[in-house]
């Protein structure tokens, strides 16, 4: 998996290597961290991966979780969408079955299947315990994939044209308080982040539920200053 370190991009080389100019096959690693599972566009799974990377850490003040919740994001992130390889109308529900059904290393049956249930949270209906999938969880559990799952709705709308068009993203300290959290992005030259930013207010709805704080989205001009 991508750590701390390989994730800490400039906005100059950002420019000359984005995400999106990836190779559209998984690579060995990419197939041992998903047990074999594929998704329908792996440079958008990256893209998203990073930048749930990325909000974790600009929320950090938020949810209090620790490394190995960070794991369980990453790799969410990276099979949130293996479920398209089935259907694309339910794809959030058979990620979760497919997750949950496939053995991935570095993580116990139970990490898994919080693995499965915050990337079935990743769009449509929010956690509740009218769910099976959800009730099954222990009280602990529940409130950490809602934090994740919330994580996950935000960083997917971000990538919504799947081009990797927002370079990075960081917290406004100066801006966050009791009642907002202001996420700053940086974008990549004339990109348009119109639809990204209606998305990604749209899914939205999780993280003002579980932070009680309204989300605010400031993109920063494009020379990253």
Not at 57 to 84: C, F, S, V, Y
Not at 104 to 109: E, G, Q
Not at 143 to 157: C, E, F, N, Q, Y
Not at 176 to 203: G, M, Q, S
Request: charged share 30%; glycine share 2%.
């Amino acid at each position: 998996m991508h750590r701390e370190g390989e994730l800490d991009m400039t906005i100059s080389d950002s420019r000359e290597e984005l995400s999106w100019l990836e190779p559209t096959e998984p690579t060995r690693e990419e197939l041992h961290l998903s047990g074999g599972l594929l998704v329908e566009d792996w440079p958008h799974a990256r893209q998203v991966m990073r930048l749930s990377t990325q909000l974790f850490e600009a929320t950090q003040l938020l949810h209090h979780l620790d490394a190995k919740a960070l794991w369980l994001l990453e790799r969410a992130a990276l099979l949130h969408n293996t479920g398209m390889m089935v259907e694309t109308r339910r794809h959030h529900k058979h990620s979760f079955r497919l997750i949950n059904q496939t053995k991935l290393p570095d993580f116990t049956d139970r990490e898994r299947y919080e693995i499965a249930c915050i990337a079935r949270y990743h769009r449509r209906a929010l956690p509740s315990t009218e769910h099976a999938e959800f009730a099954a969880l222990s009280r602990k559990a529940r409130k950490r994939v809602s934090a994740l799952a919330a994580l996950l709705r935000i960083t997917d709308a971000l990538d919504y044209s799947h081009d990797g068009r927002v370079l990075r993203l960081a917290a406004d300290p100066a801006h966050c308080n009791d009642t907002i959290w202001t996420i700053l992005l940086w974008v990549r030259p004339l990109a348009d982040l119109d639809t990204e930013l209606e998305r990604a207010y749209d899914k939205a709805d999780l993280f003002e539920k579980v932070f009680m704080r309204k989300l605010r989205l400031v993109v920063q001009d494009q020379r990253g200053e």
